[in-house]
Each structure stands twice: as structure tokens, then as C-alpha cells.
């Protein structure tokens, strides 16, 4: 939330900056998405603890409840393989970044990518919390 707050805070100083002064208010558009960034990562394990993700439960509800359990699991399985690749990607990205800056606040790219290490890491814990509920027959 507090994200969400500085990223409206900055747009609206940003513009009145500009209708009032003519001069931009530098950086703005690193600092929001920065703050976009974080909001949306921190958010991606909350949605994926919450099982709120869009899907097609009417669609599911069609085919027996075995036939159910077991695409569960292997979506799960699938979830689990495919964030666990992304957040070891993500780490790559990170270390071979480590050194590079924005170019006009000079801000280091390791804050971009921070959040997105931890949102895929969480989620990939919290898909592996999942399938194993699954396997329990949760």
C-alpha cells in the first residue's frame, strides 16, 4: 500500500511540477517503477497464498473429482518447476547486474531486481506449501 501511495504521490508531484514550474521532477519515472515493481511482487505471493489467480473452475467442475486432484497436482508441480527456473534466473540477472545504475538518479539495479528474487522465491515456496496440501489431499 505504501508503494501504491508514493508511486500516485510522485505522478501527481511530477505533473504539478510541470503545469506549474515547466521542469519535471527528476526521476519520477524511476522512482515509479521501482514502486510499481515492489507492489506487484509483494502482492504475486499474497495473490498465490490466497489460491486467487484467475482459472476455469466451471470447466473443472465438469470432470470427476480424481480426475480434479490430479490436475491440481500436476499444475502445482508444474507452478513449482516453472517459479523455481524463474528465480534462479532472476538471481543470474541479479549478480550480472550488480554493478549497473539508472541512468538519471543512478539508482543500482539490484533495488529493481530485489523484488522480483523474493516474489518468485516466495511464490515458489508458497507453490511448494501447494502441491504438497495436494498430495495430502488438502
Not at 15 to 22: E, F, H, K, W
Not at 23 to 43: D, K, N, Q, Y
Request: proline share 4%.
Amino acid at each position: 500500500m505504501v508503494f501504491l501511495f508514493s508511486l500516485v504521490l510522485l505522478v501527481i508531484l511530477d505533473t504539478a511540477l510541470r503545469t506549474l514550474y515547466l521542469t519535471p521532477f527528476m526521476g519520477t519515472m524511476e522512482l515509479v517503477r521501482c514502486f510499481l515493481i515492489w507492489s506487484v511482487f509483494i502482492a504475486l505471493r499474497y495473490t498465490t497464498s490466497e489460491d486467487a489467480h484467475i482459472r476455469m473452475g466451471e470447466v473443472m467442475d465438469l470432470f470427476p473429482r480424481p480426475f480434479q486432484q490430479a490436475v491440481k497436482i500436476l499444475g502445482r508441480f508444474a507452478a513449482v518447476a516453472v517459479f523455481g527456473l524463474i528465480t534462479a534466473s532472476t538471481v543470474v540477472t541479479t549478480i550480472n547486474n550488480a554493478r549497473d545504475t539508472t541512468p538519471t538518479l543512478e539508482i543500482p539495479l539490484v533495488i529493481f531486481f530485489l523484488p522480483t528474487v523474493v516474489g518468485f522465491l516466495l511464490v515458489t515456496i508458497q507453490y511448494s506449501i501447494n502441491l504438497f496440501d495436494a498430495l495430502r489431499g488438502r
